[in-house]
Nanobody, 129 residues
Framework: QIRLMESGGGSVQSGGSLTLSCAAS????????MGWFRQTPGKWREGVAF???????TYADSVKDRFTISRDNDNRTMSLRLNNVKPEDTAIYYC???????????????????????WGQGTHVTVSS
């Protein structure tokens, strides 16, 4: 059974930092592309950052140069480092996995609207001003 479990959410002040983690199990992790999404009430779920097994990554413009995605294939984990957070980063953040929907040549627009196959339960991030 595929399982994705996020952790690391919480409350942080504007300008601060936070690291989200995702632990994966139940599938061939190295064969899957991974992503972080976020959603706020009344808005579409947004693809924040994506990373392939080889480390190729891409980011939404709204988080580029502030967030860093990484993955550890040996330990089957993925992280999202949030730096210089803003109140508009407040959302539920989801870890997701898919065997086919991968980053191609670092192009965010090509992957931004994808619907991944497998999702975690989400972790809340609240940024106060």
């Amino acid at each position: 059974q595929i399982r994705l479990m996020e952790s690391g959410g919480g409350s942080v002040q504007s300008g601060g930092s936070l690291t989200l983690s995702c632990a994966a199990s139940g599938f061939a992790y190295n064969d899957y592309c991974m992503g972080w999404f976020r959603q706020t009430p009344g808005k579409w779920r947004e693809g924040v950052a994506f990373v392939n097994a080889d480390g190729t990554s891409t980011y939404a413009d709204s988080v580029k140069d502030r967030f860093t995605i990484s993955r550890d294939n040996d330990n089957r984990t993925m992280s999202l480092r949030l730096n210089n957070v803003k109140p508009e980063d407040t959302a539920i953040y989801y870890c997701a996995a898919d065997p086919f929907l991968c980053v191609f040549e670092g192009d965010y627009d090509q992957i931004r609207g994808v619907e991944y196959d497998h999702w975690g339960q989400g972790t809340h991030v609240t940024v106060s001003s």
